[in-house]
């Protein structure tokens, strides 16, 4: 299933694409993670919400993806 979600700006794209990644967020699975600037706010909310203790990555893997031509 494909679901489209339309914003009104970046700040709003940051916090509806954390909300998609925490429910993937759990002990044993492997994340694949973005470099580059477009993440950048999709990350600082994950920063935020692991700081106040709402989610926890002590057991989470992450894939860096990193992509140069």
């Known amino acids: 299933m494909i679901k489209v979600i339309?914003?009104?700006n970046y700040?709003?794209?940051s916090k509806e694409a954390f909300n998609v990644m925490k429910e993937f967020i759990k002990p044993g699975?492997?994340?694949g993670l973005a470099t580059g600037s477009s993440p950048i706010g999709t990350y600082k909310?994950?920063?935020?919400k692991c700081?106040?203790?709402d989610i926890d990555f002590s057991d989470i893997?992450?894939?860096?993806l990193d992509e140069y031509r």
């Open 6 to 8: 339309i914003t009104e």
């Open 61 to 64: 893997t992450t894939v860096n």
């Open 29 to 31: 699975n492997v994340l």
């Open 45 to 48: 909310e994950l920063i935020k």
């Open 51 to 53: 700081e106040n203790g």
């Open 11 to 13: 700040e709003e794209v």
